[in-house]
């Protein structure tokens, strides 16, 4: 049975999509599972993660109206596990306690070879633990028997998926967002980076793509529509779901690549921001979620969305175009709410 507008449907992504009806929609808008240990994939192995994703993206060539876009927010996984990497130690100077070096460990040694450990701790000043670090590298970088980490690029292999599929990059855009905690590991400990930034690929359905720059004010243009990089602050407290995204990157998205009227899709919808924005901005919406408990965590938010917009609408310049729409919303959210639908 195709799937309704203006619901959110609970199960995998990868059964539903089939059911989205062919070529409706304008607009797929979704950030997926970041493969870095979230608990809601905490059981998933990279090739899972890949699977999915590449399956996903194949599944968006038939339902895609020709020229829509399908926008793909997410980040490079900064400890990413790799077995083939060298252990080496990391000698961090403001951190490591004492000033002995492993040359001055070995010197002891050849000056003292019958001493032991505690004897070498005794003649340098330092103690034991020190001895075995600066001896046998106990302090490498990841842990002595964890697997070492490197930074892994995740465009290209979203890139690859959507040529497979058919649907070509179209573009990309950088958010900018709020830099790491003080506390982080990539912050105080190496000279990384520290993660303040994500992506947005865009991949197009081959076909007549209207442009109509009057979907946007000449500020917005200037601003962003027009930008490569996108600056607003992430979501301050994750509360109710652990991986959010703010209101405003979807908004823009759905802004930018959707008409009024059009259906805008999330096939991994978490919390409900997209139908939200979809809401805002006089679309209409599907969702799709696997967790039960964000399925109703995103429906609730939705009946508040479609109540809030219809009983106090944006700007007069949109209420023409936009508030029929969200009247019919509310009614099937009430329907819905009520149990008729």
């Known amino acids: 049975m195709p799937l309704d507008i203006n619901h959110i449907y609970q199960g995998d992504a990868r059964q539903l999509l089939p059911e989205v009806p062919p070529a409706s929609i304008a607009c797929s ?6 493969h870095v240990g979230k608990n809601y994939e905490a059981n998933a192995t990279y090739e899972d993660w890949t699977g999915l994703l590449s399956e996903v993206i194949a599944l968006h060539k038939p339902i895609l109206k020709p020229g829509g876009f399908l926008v793909i927010n997410i980040a490079d996984i900064l400890c990413f596990p790799d077995p083939a990497l060298p252990r080496f130690q990391a000698v961090n100077l403001r951190r490591q306690k004492s000033p002995i070096t492993r040359e001055d460990v070995l010197a002891a040694k050849e000056a003292y070879p019958d001493y032991n450990r505690d004897q070498l701790a005794k003649l340098l000043g330092c103690s034991e633990q020190t001895i075995d670090r600066r001896l046998n590298g106990n302090n490498i970088r990841g842990g002595k028997y964890a697997t070492q980490t490197r930074v892994h690029l995740v465009g290209g292999m979203l890139e690859e998926a959507g040529s497979r599929a058919g649907l070509p990059l179209y573009d990309r855009r950088v958010w900018v967002k709020d830099a790491a905690w003080e506390n982080s590991k990539w ?11 994500e992506y947005l690929y865009i991949f197009w359905k081959p076909g007549a793509t209207v442009i109509d720059r009057d979907k946007l004010t000449p500020k917005e243009w200037t601003e962003w529509g027009s930008r490569a990089v996108w600056t607003f602050p992430s979501v301050r407290a994750n509360d109710d779901h652990e991986a959010k995204f703010p ?7 759905i802004k930018l690549f959707s008409a009024p009227g059009d259906t805008v899709l999330d096939c991994f919808m978490g919390s409900g921001t997209t139908a939200v924005a979809a809401i805002c901005e006089g679309r209409d919406y599907i969702g799709i979620e696997l967790s039960p408990a964000y399925v109703e965590l995103a429906r609730n938010a939705c009946r508040d969305a479609a109540y809030r917009f219809a009983t106090h609408p944006p700007a007069p310049a949109a209420i023409s175009q936009a508030r029929p ?4 919303l509310l009614e099937q959210v009430n329907a819905y709410t009520e149990g008729r639908t």
């Open 29 to 34: 808008v979704w950030s997926p599972p970041y």
């Open 325 to 328: 729409q969200q009247l019919r």
């Open 247 to 253: 209101l405003e990157l979807p908004r823009r998205v």
């Open 187 to 197: 912050h105080t400990l190496s000279y990384r980076a520290v993660d303040e930034f």
